[in-house]
C-alpha cells in the first residue's frame, strides 16, 4: 500500500546509508545517546499495554494461508502473522472460501503453530484501486456501506468463535487519504464529522446512534468489534503523510518542530475518528523498500539514517501520547542494504536499524522504539516487488532469529492488567541447567482456562522441532531425557523449551552436556 506518489517530495539523499555498526570512541557513544535516544525518553507514551499482548515486544511477518510452513520450518518463534482481507463485495475475501472460511481456517492455522493471526480489513477501497475519489464514492453509497459493515459483521463473528487474541488493522490509508484531500484543499480544522458516509442511515442495528460521516465510521467499527469480537485487538492507521502538508515520508527530514506539528495533527484526527477507543495505533513506514522507490521512481526519500530513524521514532512518540494509545509497526519493508535492488530484493534500511547493537543486556534500538510507545512490528512490504523474506538469503531470518536467541524485549504489564491479565499468570522453571542425563522442566499456571491446547515444546539451535510434550495439568513437571520426538539422544549443546499455552508463549534456553 502506497500513498499519492504526486505528494512525494524529491529528497537528495544519498543511498549510501549511514552505518548501524558501534563505535570505538566513549565519547561518541555519550554524544549519540543525548542527541539521538534522550529526545525519545523524556517524552511520554499513551496508554496502557493491551491486556491480551504478549509481554514482550513482538515481531510477526506477512503471510497467507498457503505461506505458514515457511515461518513453522524457519526456526523462528515469531509472535505473529498477517494477510489482507480485502477484495469487496464480489468475490473479495468473504468469498474467497464459502462463508468466510479463508478468515476462520488462518486463524485456526494460526493458533496450531503459535501465532497471533492478524487481520488487515481493507474493503472501502473494494477491489478497484485505491485512492481518496474512489473511497468517497464508496462511503457516500448506502448499500456500499450496508453491505461493508454486514461484511465486517461475518469476520467479528468468526473471530468470537475463535476466541483467542487477533489483531485487526482498520483500513490502511484510509484515514490518511481522507485527511489528506480536506488539507489539499485548505481545510485545516482535522474534523472527520465534517466528511458525509453512510453509517446510521444504513439501517443496520449495530450502526445506530453513529453519525453519518467519517468520524461515524471509525467509531461504528470500533465498537462493532467489542460487542461482537472482545478479544479482537483493533486499530486505527496512522500515516506519516497523512498531515505532512506536501512532505510525504520527507516529514523525517524536516525539524523536530515539523514532525512533532504533524503527529498531534494526526493523532488529533484520528482520535476524532475514534482511535482512543481502539487497542492500539497502526504505524508504517511504507509499503515499497527505499531501493524499491530509488529503482523504479527516483526517489531517495526512504533511505533513512539515523536522523530520519530519530525523527520517524519522535513522530511515533507522540502520536501516542495524542492518541492515548499504544503503536504497532505494520507492513515494514525488510530489506537491507547490500540487496540488488531488483524485484522481491530491495534496499532497505528500517531492519538494520531495529535489529543494530542487538546484546543481551541491552538491545539500544528495540527499546528505542519501545520508549516511543511501540509494542511489536509486524514485517513485510505491501507490494509483490517488495523484498521478499523467503528470497532474501536468510537476512531477516537470522535477524530475528538472533532477537529470539537473545530473549525477546520483555515489558512488564501495568499495574491495571496485573489483576485481570491471568494468560501471564505463569511460572517456567529448568532445574539443573545445565544438564547431563534428565533435567525437569517446572511449571505453574495460575489460570485453568487457558489449557486446552498447551503443550512443550523444545528446539534445536537452528529452530527445528525435536520434543513435543502435552500439557494437561495446570502445576505439574516434565522429565526431558534428552531425546528426541523418536528416542533418539540429541548432540550436547543449547535447546529452546518453549511453554506453548492459548496465545501466550514462553521460551527459556537450556544446555545439554554429556
Known amino acids: 500500500m502506497m500513498p ?5 517530495r524529491m529528497c537528495s539523499y544519498s543511498a549510501t546509508t549511514q552505518s548501524f555498526h558501534s563505535f570505538s570512541n566513549s565519547r561518541i557513544w555519550i554524544f549519540i545517546f543525548i542527541v539521538i535516544f534522550l529526545p525519545t525518553i523524556i517524552f511520554s507514551f499513551g496508554g496502557d499495554i493491551p491486556v491480551r499482548w504478549p509481554n514482550h515486544f513482538i515481531i510477526g511477518l506477512v503471510n497467507t494461508r498457503t ?4 515461518m513453522d520450518s524457519s526456526g523462528v518463534p515469531w509472535d505473529a502473522r498477517y494477510c489482507y482481507l480485502c477484495g469487496g463485495f464480489t468475490g473479495g475475501w468473504a468469498q474467497w472460501l464459502p462463508n468466510g472460511d479463508y478468515a ?22 473494494g477491489d478497484e484501486g485505491e485512492s481518496y475519489s474512489l473511497d468517497s464514492t464508496h462511503i457516500n453509497d448506502s448499500t456500499y456501506m450496508c453491505q461493508y459493515f454486514q461484511d465486517y459483521k461475518l469476520l467479528l463473528d468468526l473471530i468470537a468463535v475463535f476466541d483467542s487474541t487477533v489483531i485487526i488493522v482498520l483500513e490502511p490509508d484510509f484515514w490518511g487519504y481522507m ?53 479482537a485487538l483493533v486499530g486505527l492507521h496512522a500515516n506519516l503523510w497523512s498531515a505532512a502538508m506536501g512532505t510525504d515520508s520527507g516529514l523525517v527530514y524536516s525539524p523536530d518542530s515539523v ?17 482512543d477507543s481502539g487497542d492500539i495505533v497502526i504505524v508504517e513506514k511504507n509499503g515499497l523498500d527505499a531501493g524499491g522507490w530509488w529503482a523504479i521512481y527516483s526517489v531517495h526519500c526512504f533511505y533513512w539514517g539515523d536522523e530520519e530513524m530519530r525523527h520517524y521514532v519522535l513522530w511515533v512518540n507522540k502520536l501516542t501520547d495524542i492518541i492515548g494509545k499504544r503503536a504497532c509497526g505494520w507492513q515494514i519493508p525488510i530489506g537491507h542494504i547490500e540487496l540488488p535492488n531488483v524485484d522481491s530484493l530491495y534496499e532497505d534500511t528500517f531492519a538494520e536499524y531495529f535489529f543494530a547493537h542487538m546484546v543481551d543486556s541491552f538491545p539500544y534500538h528495540i527499546k528505542d522504539f519501545y ?23 536468510g537476512w531477516f531470518r537470522e535477524r530475528a532469529y538472533e532477537y529470539y536467541t537473545y530473549g525477546p524485549y520483555m515489558f512488564q504489564p501495568s499495574v491495571e492488567e496485573k489483576p485481570v491479565s491471568k494468560v501471564r499468570s505463569i511460572e517456567l522453571e529448568i532445574r539443573p541447567n545445565p544438564f547431563i542425563k534428565s533435567t525437569i522442566i517446572s511449571y505453574q499456571i495460575q489460570d485453568r482456562s487457558i489449557m486446552l491446547g498447551a503443550k512443550c515444546l523444545i528446539y534445536n539451535l537452528s529452530g527445528r522441532l525435536m520434543r513435543v510434550f502435552p500439557i494437561s495439568q495446570p502445576v505439574n513437571s516434565i ?18 523449551c518453549r511453554l506453548q499455552i492459548k496465545d501466550f508463549n514462553q521460551t527459556t534456553k537450556v544446555i545439554l552436556i554429556k
Open 4 to 8: 499519492i506518489i504526486k505528494k512525494k
Open 67 to 70: 505461506e505458514v510452513g515457511w
Open 104 to 125: 476462520r481456517l488462518y486463524m485456526e492455522e494460526s493458533r496450531n503453530s503459535g501465532y497471533i493471526p492478524a487481520f488487515t480489513y481493507y474493503q472501502i477501497p
Open 179 to 231: 485527511q489528506q484531500h480536506a488539507r489539499e484543499h485548505g481545510d485545516t480544522t482535522d474534523n472527520p464529522s465534517s466528511v458525509f458516509a453512510y453509517v446510521d442511515s444504513t439501517g443496520l442495528p449495530y450502526c445506530q446512534g453513529f453519525e453519518n460521516s467519517l468520524a461515524g465510521i471509525g467509531r461504528c467499527l470500533i465498537n462493532m468489534t467489542r460487542t461482537f469480537a472482545p478479544k
Open 259 to 275: 514532525v512533532i506539528k504533524a503527529a498531534e495533527k494526526t493523532g488529533i484526527y484520528l482520535k476524532r475518528c475514534g482511535a
Open 371 to 393: 520508549n516511543a510507545g511501540c509494542i511489536g512490528i509486524l514485517y513485510g512490504g505491501g507490494t509483490v516487488l517488495s523484498t521478499n523474506y523467503r528470497v532474501d538469503g
Open 479 to 496: 522429565t526431558w531425557d534428552g531425546k528426541d520426538s523418536q528416542g533418539r539422544d540429541l548432540p550436547n549443546g543449547m535447546y529452546f
